[in-house]
């Protein structure tokens, strides 16, 4: 732990970031799952401390996730208490440390990286577009929520169409004043100075933002900010209170089904979030150092137990968080560490402070994360690699964008595996033509997904021309390749094509016609 410590420097200003987005975050998604706000809050303090001890990731943070909010809500209305939900959060995280045990964690290396950087672009987007409402005051749907459908019943652009009727002037102030300021961190002049690397920008934002709201407590309502435009902690008015928001699990019901299917359902869904996160972070890490996977899901899974022990919500490694911790300069795990300690120390001893923090400047500090997710010179990257990358690229960005993040990264793992076998089946034949000469080359197993691209070759064949059906460098052949080059080897002669087909040697003398066609062999290799 002591090297962690050499970049306390970097990490302890990245920790209060990612602390101050993660307070509404965890609300939010405690409220929309139908569990106590301080649910939320619980699974903050773990996912920072338990996990981050454990993990080796360097820039991951863990909490409670959006991706789980729609199991949470509907585990928690099916099982017959809440204590046997806390039950059922346990048992996944006994399920997702087996999981680690037996390697399970080697799944996340098979997930495309035009996936991954399209699920980042996605992100930012959804981050732009969900918290832009709350960023000019209106504050109907819960912090966190990534789905296209919202719970109040809206999607993601008839919110925003909404929130121009119901302007905050307040809130909107802040809002575009928090975006100038972190425009402002980010010039050249600024970083240049050593002064302003004291504070930083989101931290400067969150208090410009606490100014002004009090600025204007005892302004007109319609020049004010009310309650729901201000973070909403639970307060304890005594310790004993306090420990009162603790729930525990009820292992009574330890046979129910219901709460096995439960658990195994949040297990596998956090597992597969988590994957996509700690590989979506690595790639993200300007110091490209990768995740210890297994570990990973030993960490989750040990979080997942100590949350559902003490009535916290089920956890994950979450983009949203993490990217605001690598945006705000951490270098390691030890400001996901802190911010968890900060989250505990504050809701118990200075929630009231808490509360005064405007939910328009944690937005600005979440719109412009969104913004570095999804910069245009991305697109530009991806378009310039090709169709193979660039569509599961922006095919997986809209399917997130207009569903969940979990369904749309299937639709792009999918899209990616299509194109994958694509490029591969259309690279297993390789072809040369020279004036009337053709060479037809299969250099790999040939399918009968080969099938298509080989007779249209084949069909393409000019009148009177000479073709070399080059099989020595194919392991398999599909009886359906082999028909259709039967197939055309009988009506070859009705265009005055002469065929000949190469089962031994390639480089036989015998079967080279044409001295410029050995060498445009040659010189393919």
Known sequence: ?????????????????????????????????????????????????????LSGSHLSVSGPAAGLTAIVAAAVLKLPVVEAFFLAVVLAGVFQIIMGIFKLGVIGDYIPNSVIKGMLAAIGIILILKQFPFLIGYEKNYEGDEAFIQVSGENT???????????????????????????????????????????????????????????????????????????????????????????????????????????????????????????????????????????ELIAQGSGNIVSGMLGGLPLTSVIVRS???????????????????????????????????????????????????????????????????????????????FTDLLKGVLVGIAVGIFFIIRSNFRSAIFVMKEKNMVMIRMR??????????????????????????????????DKDVMDTINEFMQHAHLKNIKVELNKTTYNDSKKITSPSLKNMDDSAH
């Open 157 to 295: 652009f008839s919110s925003i169409l909404n929130s121009l009727n119901h302007l905050t002037p307040v809130a909107m102030l802040i809002g575009i004043l928090g975006l100038l300021i972190l425009i402002f961190y980010e010039t050249k002049w600024v970083k240049g100075k050593k002064i302003f690397q004291l504070i930083s920008g989101p931290l400067v934002v969150v208090i410009m933002g606490i100014f002004i709201s009090q600025a204007f407590t005892n302004a007109p309502q319609a020049f004010s900010l009310e309650a729901s435009h201000l973070v909403n902690i639970p307060v304890a008015s005594s310790a004993k209170e306090f420990f009162s928001f603790f729930k525990f699990p009820d292992w009574s019901f330890i046979s129910n089904t219901d709460v096995w299917i439960t658990a195994f359902t949040l297990a596998l869904v956090a597992t597969l979030e988590t994957l996509l996160g700690v590989e979506a972070v690595d790639k993200l890490d300007p110091l490209k150092r990768v995740t210890p996977s297994n570990r």
């Open 323 to 401: 990217s605001a911790n690598l945006n705000a300069g951490a270098k390691t795990k030890l400001s996901a560490i802190l911010h968890g300690l900060l989250i505990l120390v504050c809701v118990a001893f200075v929630p009231n402070i808490l509360n005064l923090i405007p939910k328009a400047a944690l937005a600005a500090i979440l719109v412009f994360t969104g913004y570095k997710l999804s910069k245009v010179s991305l697109f530009k990257e991806y378009y310039q690699k090709g169709w193979e990358q660039f569509m599961p690229f922006v095919i997986t960005l809209l399917a997130i964008v």
């Open 1 to 53: 732990m002591k090297k962690y410590f050499q970049n306390i420097g970097a990490d302890a200003p990245a920790s209060i970031v990612v602390f101050l987005i993660a307070i509404p975050l965890c609300l939010g998604i405690a409220v929309a799952s139908g569990l106590n706000e301080f649910s939320g809050i619980i699974g903050g303090v773990v996912g920072g401390i338990v996990i981050g001890l």
């Open 444 to 477: 790999k197993d040939i399918s009968f997904f080969s099938k298509p691209i080989l007779k249209a070759q084949l069909e393409s064949v000019d009148n009177n021309s000479t073709v070399i059906i080059d099989m020595t460098r194919a392991e398999f052949i």
